[in-house]
């Protein structure tokens, strides 16, 4: 999430550097990693008058897991200003190619997605948490992967692509760069694999 929130200030405020995702962990209404909701960050962002914080002024902790309490709101980077609001807007559900139109023109958008479940007995949830927890290269596909149930984690499209002949989405996770491809997945385009298209999301200062 703090990328797109990144792009959307250097637009607008001409900020530079990188903001800090552990404000936002702390600081917001939601879990932190433990299934945060971007809505509730959005709201945090928007609705408080705290400043955003860089980086360099609000450290991740060592696991970036929530600390108790808030502990520096006051950073350098306005949420609002008297003519811009950071606000959300939905996308058509399912609706991939205006997604990809939206990532071509806007930047980054948001998404919910099914990332599976590590136990039960639906063995396709099964496989979708093991390949997703595990992946590390090549297009995410696991074909019947429920897209409008489990929606358990966030993620942010930041491109998209084509190889050897599958169109995939260029996501970017918050489990840290050790977690697959430096950070970021490829997930099979066109198919709202594992519901990334059931509920999208775009933020701008409007």
Known sequence: MVS??????AQIYNASGPLSPQQLIDCSYENGCEGG?????????RDSSDRLNLEKDYPSTPTGAKQDRCQNPNGQVLSHNTTYHLQYRSLPTGNEQYMKQTVYEQGPIYVYYNAGKREGNDTILREASTKFDHYAS??????????NENMNHA??????????????????NSW??????????KIK????MCGIATWPYYAGLF
């Open 176 to 185: 840290g760069t050790a977690w697959g491809d430096d950070g970021y997945n």
């Open 138 to 147: 090549g297009i995410y596909d696991v074909p019947g992967c429920p897209t």
């Open 4 to 9: 797109a929130l990144e792009k959307t200030y």
């Open 37 to 45: 909701s971007f809505v509730g960050v959005f709201n945090y962002v």
């Open 155 to 172: 993620m942010v499209i930041i491109g998209y692509g084509t190889e050897n002949g599958i169109d995939y989405w260029l996501v970017k």
């Open 189 to 192: 385009r066109n198919a709202n």
